[in-house]
């Protein structure tokens, strides 16, 4: 049996399907229409919208299974996520991935197998819309393309619901979708005794850039400042837009140097960003860093709070400067 591989974006995978917030929730009436229109569609015993977590594959909605979850290194939707098209085994005891599988010589004796990624917005694929039977078949091209319109819907539900979670402009996680994910992050470091720093960032200059240059250009800014977080912060970082001109990293296990290494080259870059709608640069930040140890936690509100104020003191003291 092959176990599926890791994908290389899985943090930041992770980190998008736990800040939906969806994990091990009851039953919605949306995604159960879908999987039991998928089953009477294709005429198959099983039809499931599986979410792939670290270790386990979680059923949101499931037809034709009593169970709400498997193993991820025994799932074949874990195989089905590295795809960007449907992944389909028309009889599994014949392909040498999974002929010894314990899904195929046990329950639910999976012989027929097609799963489509469900992949959201930003490229991450958090798990599949999966049809299965217990005897082999396969799927006409027709059929397949039915199994994508499928799946696309499920895929616009997650859309909408991370409306909630995300910020539309700069699509990177808001403060409902940075507070959830940044509890797991928090809890881990504590789990794992590791330390942590949380930057609190405001831009500069913010309301004079929309006030002299219009909003259009304000949105460039904080949409330009965005690229550079996904440009300079490590894959595991987690970071946010807060609100108006304010973001947020938290960096987990990295000392006070590294931490101000990647602000100064961050503030550096962002400085000297060529402006569009201005002669002069007046693009800059100030921010606060508030530490976090694992041995002695405290709240994410604290350490918000903290960084927030550090953050002010030091705009503050760049004014008393000019």
């Known amino acids: 049996m092959d176990k599926p591989a890791v994908p290389l974006n899985e943090q930041a995978r992770l980190d998008e399907l736990r800040s939906l917030e969806i994990l091990d929730t009851q039953r919605e009436p949306v995604f159960d229409r879908i999987t039991r229109l998928a089953q009477q569609f294709f005429s198959v015993p099983i039809c499931i919208i599986s979410l792939v977590d670290e270790q386990r594959q979680w059923f949101k909605s499931c037809v034709g299974l009593n169970v709400s979850e498997t193993a991820r290194d025994i799932s074949f939707c874990g195989h089905a996520i590295l795809q960007d098209e449907p992944f389909v085994i028309n009889d599994a005891l014949k392909d040498k991935r999974f002929a010894d599988n314990p899904l195929v010589v046990g329950e639910p004796h999976i012989r027929f197998y097609a799963g489509c990624p469900i992949i959201l917005k930003s490229g991450n694929c958090i798990g599949t819309l999966c049809i299965i039977d217990y005897k082999p078949r396969t799927l006409s091209n027709k059929n397949l393309q039915a199994l994508k319109d499928f799946a696309a819907i499920i895929e616009r539900e997650f859309a909408i619901l991370q409306l909630a979670t995300m910020d539309e402009l700069t699509l990177l ?17 504590i789990r794992q005794q590791l330390n942590a720093k949380l930057v609190f960032i405001d831009l500069d200059n913010f309301k004079y850039i929309n006030d002299n240059f219009g909003h ?26 807060l609100s108006g001109d304010e973001f947020v990293i938290l960096f987990t296990d990295l000392n006070t140097s590294e931490c101000e290494t990647i602000m100064q080259r961050l503030l550096q870059s962002f400085c000297n960003l060529p402006s569009s709608f201005t002669g002069q640069s007046i693009l800059s930040f100030s921010y606060g860093i ?16 903290v960084a927030d104020s550090r953050m002010y003191n030091a705009k503050v003291q760049k004014k008393a400067q000019l």
Request: charged share 25%; hydrophobic share 35%; proline share 3%.
């Open 173 to 189: 996680p808001n403060r409902r979708g940075f507070t959830s994910t940044a509890e797991h992050y928090l809890d881990l470091c």
């Open 290 to 305: 508030a530490d976090f140890s694992g041995q002695q936690p405290c709240s994410l509100a604290k350490l918000l709070a």
């Open 216 to 241: 259009s250009a304000g949105d460039r800014v904080l949409k330009e400042f965005a690229s550079l977080l996904k440009e300079y912060c490590r894959k595991a970082d987690l970071y946010a837009r």
